[in-house]
């Protein structure tokens, strides 16, 4: 009954998606990305997943930063490079 009344109305917390797996975040982005694009919806189910949208884009950003490259978002184009990428500098020093 909560969680119906959550998604309904939408939660006074941000929820926490640091243990779901990237693959599972990426569905739930495009699902709702999705929903939000439909002009029936009602407004406070939208803001919702609005607002939950926008966390799971933070989530994926913070592990496309770490070096995950499975998730990056055509949305993080021009930002940072996965850590993987990055230059490092590996010269043994005596």
Not at 7 to 18: K, N
Not at 53 to 74: D, F
């Amino acid at each position: 009954m909560v969680c119906v009344l959550c998604g309904l109305l939408g939660c006074a917390t941000a929820p926490d998606f640091r243990h779901t797996t990237t693959a599972e975040l990426r569905l739930r982005w495009g699902q709702d990305a999705e929903f939000i694009n439909r002009p029936y919806e009602p407004s406070l189910a939208r803001q919702h997943r609005t607002h939950e949208k926008e966390v799971i884009e933070h989530e994926l950003l913070r592990r496309y930063e770490a070096g995950e490259t499975n998730a990056y978002l055509a949305i993080f184009q021009g930002q940072i490079s996965p850590a993987t990428t990055r230059s490092v500098d590996v010269r043994v020093h005596p």
